[in-house]
């Protein structure tokens, strides 16, 4: 009887204890899923805004309008994580290697007027939620889109 009753206590024990490690993986597995689709979300949001922004900048040449589609376009998430657009202008289309050239920065006088191309860069960094995915992803997520167009013929400021 004694032993009997010794072995379900070891076997409660060993219950709780194999729950515990289950409870940690589970809980771990939830948050990263969570960490991973606002991750998702954060990319498209920022491909999303960062093709209106162009769209935007090719019609108008606007570097404060492209400010106000940005902001018009981005949800609570992708608020919080923002970097300030850059725009870079080249003077000319043909021959152009975007991921070699760095262009220069437009800065919305009449200098950005003889460009005929554009990339404009929208990067959205964000920190780790989930240590476990510090240590094997890096501290810190993001996202970096970059979107490449000609500037239409008679778009004027």
Same mark, same amino acid.
């Given at each position: 009887?004694?032993?009997?009753?010794?072995?379900?206590?070891?076997?409660?024990?060993?219950?709780?204890?194999?729950?515990?490690?289950?409870?940690?993986?589970?809980?771990?597995? %939830? !948050?990263?899923t969570v960490e991973l689709s606002l991750e998702l979300h954060a990319r498209q949001a920022t $491909?999303?805004?960062?093709?209106?922004?162009?769209?935007?900048?090719?019609?108008?040449?606007?570097?404060? !309008?492209?400010? $106000?589609?940005?902001?018009?376009? @981005?949800?609570?998430?992708?608020? #919080?994580?923002?970097?300030?657009?850059?725009?870079?202008?080249?003077?000319?289309?043909?021959?152009?290697?975007?991921?070699? @050239? $760095?262009?220069? %920065?437009?800065?919305? @006088?009449?200098?950005?007027?003889?460009?005929?191309?554009?990339? %404009? $860069?929208?990067?959205?960094?964000?920190?780790?939620?989930?240590?476990?995915?510090?240590?094997? %992803?890096?501290?810190?997520?993001?996202?970096?889109?970059?979107?490449?167009?000609?500037? #239409?013929?008679?778009?004027?400021?």
């Amino acid at each position: 009887m004694r032993r009997l009753l010794h072995t379900r206590k070891a076997s409660k024990g060993a219950v709780m204890v194999e729950f515990a490690f289950s409870a940690l993986l589970l809980v771990l597995v %939830l !948050l990263s899923t969570v960490e991973l689709s606002l991750e998702l979300h954060a990319r498209q949001a920022t $491909e999303r805004v960062a093709n209106r922004a162009a769209e935007a900048y090719a019609s108008s040449r606007d570097i404060a !309008l492209v400010q $106000e589609v940005i902001d018009a376009r @981005t949800d609570v998430v992708l608020s #919080r994580c923002l970097q300030p657009v850059e725009i870079h202008l080249f003077d000319s289309a043909v021959g152009l290697d975007p991921l070699r @050239t $760095e262009g220069r %920065l437009a800065d919305g @006088t009449a200098a950005d007027l003889p460009a005929q191309a554009f990339r %404009l $860069e929208l990067a959205c960094r964000w920190p780790r939620l989930i240590p476990v995915l510090s240590g094997l %992803l890096g501290p810190s997520g993001g996202q970096a889109s970059q979107v490449y167009a000609h500037i #239409r013929v008679g778009a004027m400021p």
